[in-house]
């Protein structure tokens, strides 16, 4: 079973950065594709961005251009680079493998992101 802790979610004012964590531990991370996503209430969880396991990523047309995946494998730690942050951004954001985001299953708390005046 795969645990995962983000973190670094805040209020940020429009135009402005955060960078997201996410620990993850019981698994064979370097193996796994991983990914970001987002969920506002009332709606349905999105993709944000995926990273494979050899570092290509991938982006929804929202975030492209201003949000960064990465990951560290040695410290078994995905990170999302989040600038020039928009008002539409503002939800949890979650990590997870990629194929148990696809399963929609083991989800972790996720970190809150505000973005706002």
């Known amino acids: 079973q795969v645990q995962l802790v983000e973190s670094g979610g805040g209020l940020v004012q429009p135009g402005g950065s955060l960078r997201l964590s996410c620990a993850v531990s019981?698994?064979?991370?370097?193996?796994?594709?991983m990914g970001w996503y987002r969920q506002t209430p009332g709606k349905p969880r999105n993709f944000v961005a995926t990273?494979?396991?050899?570092?290509?990523?991938t982006y929804a047309d929202s975030v492209k251009g201003r949000f960064t995946i990465s990951r560290d494998n040695a410290k078994k730690t995905v990170y999302l680079q989040m600038n020039s942050l928009k008002p539409e951004d503002t939800a949890v954001y979650y990590c997870?493998?990629?194929?148990?985001?696809?399963?929609?299953?083991?989800w972790g708390q996720g970190t809150q992101v505000t973005v706002s005046s």
């Open positions: 997870n493998t990629a194929l148990d985001a696809t399963l929609g299953r083991n």
């Open positions: 019981g698994s064979s991370f370097s193996i796994n594709a």
């Open positions: 990273i494979t396991s050899g570092g290509w990523p």
